[in-house]
């Protein structure tokens, strides 16, 4: 997380880089090199500073894009602050604890055991270690807690109770 003055400094460059503009520039004459800005309230070409000769092309060229490495710079960062919050959206409705909703549908949902009877082959369904281990092996796992830590074993689980549930509603 960002401290209160490091997001003090992001404000003041987005700000920055709003006032100056991004289109920065080198022009010459006669030997001269000056570096320039297309001025955003009025469009027109600023000179801003000017290169000594014989500065090295790698330098002009960071004076140059300064500006739209800040842009990108902050572009990225907005793009990881909304994948970071997405993910955490994603998180949090992925939290659910789908080992104890299995664990209780094995437990003592008669329907969900009827399905698995007659679905999934479950021959003995009055001791729910047995419904346990079925469903665990018709799921791939070796542990409930898999269904909250590992995502293809809560997809193949949300499969499963989708399944039961259109069984449920029937034809």
């Given at each position: 997380?960002?401290?209160p ?5 992001l ?29 955003p309230?009025?469009g027109?070409?600023?000179?801003v500073?000017?290169i000594?000769?014989g ?21 990225l ?38 399905y ?32 909250n830590?590992?995502e ?20």
């Amino acid at each position: 997380m960002a401290t209160p003055a490091e997001i003090a400094q992001l404000a003041t460059m987005r700000d920055d880089l709003e006032k100056v503009g991004v289109d920065w520039s080198v022009e010459a004459d006669a030997g001269a090199l000056t570096l320039c800005v297309r001025d955003p309230t009025d469009g027109e070409i600023r000179p801003v500073a000017t290169i000594v000769e014989g500065t090295p092309f790698v330098f002009q060229n960071f004076l140059i894009r300064a500006a739209s490495n800040q842009v990108l710079a902050l572009d990225l960062l907005d793009r990881c602050r909304r994948a970071y919050r997405e993910m955490a959206g994603r998180q949090q409705k992925q939290s659910k604890n789908f080992a104890t909703e299995c664990a209780m549908k094995c437990k003592s949902d008669q329907a969900f055991r009827q399905y698995l009877i007659e679905c999934h082959d479950l021959r003995d369904a009055t001791d729910a270690e047995r419904i346990k281990t079925r469903v665990r092996s018709i799921l791939g796992i070796q542990s409930m807690a898999e269904l909250n830590t590992d995502e293809s074993a809560a997809a193949r689980w949300r499969d499963l109770r989708a399944a039961f549930d259109r069984w449920r509603r029937g034809p």
